[in-house]
């Protein structure tokens, strides 16, 4: 009687964290022990919270608000959702809350809807993916969120955007072999084969480096994600 493996589920964060320490990762995702959670990860879960809320058109009505008020509490219902979460996450805290209303506000306030794009043919908020591909020696299994995804030009172009809470952006070596630009864009391929070019770009949320524009990758080639598939 033959077992069928059951393939490994690879996000990005998971590929960093075993290419960066293989002891933290066997006690992430071997143990299962809790991952401890700083300021700056709760900041980002509450903002990224708000952001797939707002993506939804039904919302619409929230989101001009905001935009022109210039305030995210300028909605009601936002602010209580901010406020539960930040709660939640032990986050409340002044300082903190400062810096979730600002990173928000950045967030919606760049092409939140991809309007300066032209007509889109597909957009959404927060789209999970879990992928499996086998062919011959090829064989891997690939899931995780992508926060904001822009298809246009007749299908064909994609643009994915990656909200970042980080302080500090990626430096040239990080950002040229980006295991989540390479993962995204494998996914695109995967979920939307009619599109022939993608690329990444990583939206850095604090006002210092907000002001600075967003990392956007290169188009990637079909030669540059077939290795990545091997890689994987």
């Known amino acids: 009687m033959t077992v069928k493996q059951t393939l490994t589920p690879l996000s990005a964060s998971r590929i960093s964290t075993a290419k ?10 071997g143990l299962k022990l809790p991952d401890g959670t700083n300021d700056g990860s709760s ?15 039904r919302h619409i009505k929230h989101y001009d608000k905001i935009i022109a008020e210039q305030d995210i509490f300028a909605s009601g219902a936002v602010k209580r959702l901010v406020l539960k979460h930040a709660k939640n996450l032990e986050v409340d805290d ?13 967030g919606l306030n760049y092409d939140f809807f991809g309007q300066s794009m032209g007509e889109l043919t597909y957009s959404a908020s927060e789209l999970d993916f879990d992928l499996t591909h086998e062919d011959n020696e090829i064989k891997y299994r690939i899931k995780g969120f992508i926060d904001k995804i822009f298809i246009f030009d007749g299908g064909k172009r994609c643009l994915i955007r990656d909200f970042k809470t980080s302080k ?10 980006n295991g989540q630009n390479l993962m995204y864009c ?8 009619e599109v022939k070019e993608s690329c990444a770009e990583f939206l850095f949320l604090k006002p210092e480096l907000f ?11 079909k ?10």
Not at 186 to 193: E, G, K, W
Request: hydrophobic fraction near 35%.
């Open 20 to 29: 960066g320490c293989s002891w933290r990762y066997w006690c992430n995702y």
């Open 43 to 57: 900041r980002g879960s509450v903002c990224h919270t708000i952001f797939e809320v707002l993506g939804n058109k």
């Open 94 to 106: 002044h300082e903190n809350l400062k810096m979730i209303r600002e990173m928000i506000l950045n």
């Open 168 to 177: 500090k952006k990626y430096d040239d070596e990080e950002f040229k072999d």
């Open 186 to 193: 494998l996914a695109v391929t995967h979920l939307f084969p």
């Open 211 to 221: 002001a600075e524009g967003p990392q956007r990758s290169e188009v990637l080639t």
């Open 223 to 232: 030669e540059e994600l077939e290795g990545f598939e091997v890689y994987l």
